[in-house]
């Protein structure tokens, strides 16, 4: 079963505007984090943001934002003030305890256009 | 900026022959891992290292092998290539969960490989 879902393979934005990117997990362990990078297309994974499993609030880092809603099981992540910058691919990342050894899990990923 | 490397960035081979993806980190993590990556697609874990002489497989078997012999040097090796090896390669580092912080991966540029 996947660990890490994320159910838009392409999403379209206006410049200027907010957008939220989904991201499901599964998991048992009560201990993990979850992670989202950005790529664009020269290829490289940029580091976004990170939320704990036992953080009481939402990450923040500049105009990007974690909705972590750990009920759900889901770690949103909202770009506001969309840039044409930020047209790359968006990947969710979930590292679990010692039931999964500390390796992250990879979503498939999310496909992000900025329109001007 | 992260600082781990790759060499080479592009390579182009013919089928069969041995090749070697280099992958080296300055910043003394722990762990290591080698990623395989279609454009637009996923990550597929394909080998990953604790440490020194600490090697493991991961989700993909791409017929390939590493070494750990050094902290700061994971090479990927394909002993036979073949035309299903095309992919990008991304090299990651990141330090152990031992201490406080949030212990993301650092992501090298990677290597296209193209097996004709």
């Known amino acids: 079963a996947q660990k890490i879902t994320q159910t838009q393979p392409g999403m379209f934005v206006q410049e200027k505007e907010a957008v939220t990117l989904d991201c499901t997990y599964d998991?048992?362990?009560?201990?993990?984090?979850l992670f989202w990078y950005k790529q664009p297309s020269s290829g490289e994974m940029i580091f976004l943001i990170y939320q704990g499993s036992y953080d009481q609030q939402n990450a923040t880092e500049g105009r990007y934002s974690l909705n972590f809603q750990k009920a759900r099981k889901s770690a949103n992540l909202v770009i506001s003030a969309s840039q044409l910058g930020d047209s790359a691919m968006y990947f969710c990342a979930m590292r679990e305890g010692r039931g999964g050894s500390y390796i992250p899990t990879f979503g498939r990923g999310t496909s992000l256009i900025v329109h001007p | 900026e992260a600082d781990i490397y790759q060499t080479p960035r592009y390579l182009v081979i013919g089928t069969g022959k041995k090749i070697t993806l280099e992958c080296s980190q300055t910043?003394?993590?722990?762990?290591m891992y080698w990623y395989q990556q279609d454009p637009g697609m996923e990550l597929h874990l394909i080998h990953y290292?604790?440490?020194?002489?600490?090697?493991e497989k991961g989700d993909l078997s791409s017929e390939s092998t590493v070494s750990r012999i050094r902290t700061e040097h994971f090479p990927l090796t394909l002993e036979s290539a073949r035309p299903s090896h095309t992919s990008q390669y991304l090299c990651?580092?990141?330090?152990?969960?031992?201490?406080?912080?949030?212990?993301?991966?650092?992501f090298g540029p990677g290597t296209r490989l193209t097996v004709t």
């Open positions: 998991t048992s362990d009560p201990s993990y984090g």
């Open positions: 910043m003394g993590h722990d762990k």
């Open positions: 990651a580092s990141s330090d152990s969960e031992t201490g406080t912080g949030v212990h993301e991966q650092y």
């Open positions: 290292s604790y440490g020194v002489n600490s090697t």
